[in-house]
């Protein structure tokens, strides 16, 4: 493949470009060169038609190569000068000056003219996909506030953010990631508002990638993380569909990042108590906001040490459980042939699958698998004697309870603690569960996004701490 960069001498010669541009591609079927007639003189365009319609071209393009009839006292030059400041105007385009570029833009879903004797090229945003139509967040669900969500199209997840900040501060960029897919990336922020060394270390971030392909922002969530000291097991990057969402965070002098393609746009820097916050919080009485909030920190709570809880009073510290509760225990656990802690990872672990399986199914029969075969194992598991009662009451619980995080991927982070904290309780009892909050506390108090502490409020963080 010829991958020298095209002189403009040769430029000038239609049928040398035509061939060199075939040859580029490979001769694949969805590359488009036409001869065309441009005023007086011929003229070559070439797109791929995967990425735009044939519509698009006649209407848009191939309707501006009809010139007036005086044009024959123009040159080449002048005709392409012509094209490039009066006909496309409207449209995004750039001039070329080499067929190496050229073929990077055709790629990106431009189209190439190029007049015969003219040693330029240029290029024309003719894409015309079909994209998903704005719907409601899939993954949030909105109770009340507005209902429009991100969809995988950049362009609609700008205007989405800039029809809610109708702020001249309000400020783009664009990278491209993936030396291989040449994916769109944007960094979205208020000017004035965020801290210049963090813009600045985004910016960097993004530069410095050497990713192979793009196809989701989860692909630059690692990427974005903050080096910190420790094992980094929470998140430091805030995720979500929901525009009203990313905006607010926006305000709280946040960088959003959003990836063409991607239905979910990235926050940075994003701390511990983002990741509990819901928009609709400010949509209705301050106290039942409230009130939503703190019940969401109380299930994280609850869903981090119920099982351990129970492994380690029903193993080690029987003393602490009032007589008639161990008399009811006691009953449900006779006869059955497993420790508490045995029988806690077995229903944990049976609900894991239960959950992946419930997600990875088909949409029409992936809940009916979730809940029967829950309910159906549940009810099966006890009448065998494989399990008690009151263990697949402290599951359930802590599985209702794990979910209750707006944000999903933090949810799911809770589950790795879940079992430390189950295995440490099953070996040393209520130690064991004081030492693993304990190491959750310390290592949660040694998280830093871009050098905000995890623990902190925003408002007051100390910007000497900003590495």
């Known amino acids: 493949m010829n991958t020298e960069t095209t002189s403009g001498e040769q430029l000038r010669d239609l049928e040398t470009v035509k061939q060199t541009l075939n040859e580029k591609f490979g001769q694949t079927t969805d590359f488009a060169a036409v001869s065309v007639r441009i005023g007086p003189f011929e003229g070559l365009l070439c797109y791929l038609t995967t990425m735009t319609s044939s519509d698009f071209i006649k ?12 044009n024959e006292n123009f040159t080449q030059a002048e005709i392409f000068h012509r094209l490039n400041a009066c006909h496309f105007s409207g449209l995004q385009h750039e001039v ?13 879903g431009y189209a190439a003219i190029m007049i015969e004797g003219v040693s330029l090229v240029l290029a024309v945003d003719v894409r015309s996909l079909n994209s998903r139509s704005i719907e409601e967040p899939s993954t949030q669900n909105v109770v009340r506030g507005p209902k429009d969500g991100f969809t995988e199209s950049a362009d609609t997840n700008m205007s989405l953010i800039r029809r809610r900040f109708n702020h001249i501060n309000l400020r783009f960029e664009k990278f491209e990631l993936g030396y291989m897919t040449h994916t769109a990336v944007y960094i979205a922020y208020l000017e004035g508002e965020v801290d210049a060394q963090i813009l600045e270390q985004v910016r960097e971030k993004l530069n410095s990638s050497q990713v192979d392909s793009l196809f989701d922002s989860g692909r630059i969530e690692e990427l974005l993380h903050s080096k910190s000291r420790g094992i980094q097991l929470f998140p430091t990057v805030y995720n979500s569909e929901r525009p009203d969402a990313v905006c607010r965070q926006m305000i709280n002098k946040r960088i959003a990042v959003i990836v063409d393609g991607s239905p979910f746009v990235l926050v940075v820097p994003s701390i511990f108590t983002d990741f509990f916050k819901s928009p609709e919080d400010e949509y209705q009485w301050f ?30 510290h029987q003393e602490l459980i009032p007589s008639i509760l161990l008399t009811s225990i006691a009953a449900q656990r006779e006869g059955i042939p ?12 049976t609900f894991e699958i239960l959950r992946e399986a419930g997600t990875r199914m088909p949409r029409i029969v992936g809940p009916t698998i979730s809940i029967v075969g829950a309910l159906v194992l549940g009810e099966a598991a006890v009448q065998a004697g494989i399990v008690s009662n009151i263990t697949v009451i402290v599951v359930s619980l802590t599985a209702i309870s794990g979910f209750v995080a707006p944000i999903y991927t933090f949810g799911s982070k809770v589950r790795f603690f879940r079992f430390g904290m189950i295995i440490l309780s ?40 900003v590495t």
Not at 290 to 314: E, H, M
Request: charged share 15%; net charge neutral; aromatic share 14%.
């Open 287 to 316: 106290v039942i906001g409230s009130f939503s909030r703190y019940l969401r920190y109380f299930a994280f709570i609850l869903s981090l040490i119920v099982p351990a809880l129970y492994t380690a009073v029903t193993s080690y």
């Open 426 to 465: 099953s070996v040393i009892g209520l130690y064991g569960l004081v030492m693993g909050c304990c190491l959750l506390m310390i290592q949660l108090t040694r998280i830093e996004s871009f050098g905000v502490p995890y623990l902190s409020l925003y408002s007051k963080w100390d910007k000497r701490r």
């Open 96 to 108: 070329l000056h080499s067929l190496d570029e050229a073929a990077n833009k055709i790629v990106l």
């Open 59 to 70: 209407k848009q393009v191939l309707s501006e190569f009809d010139l007036p009839e005086n």
């Open 338 to 349: 497993f420790p508490a802690s045995i029988e806690i990872l077995l229903m944990e672990i």
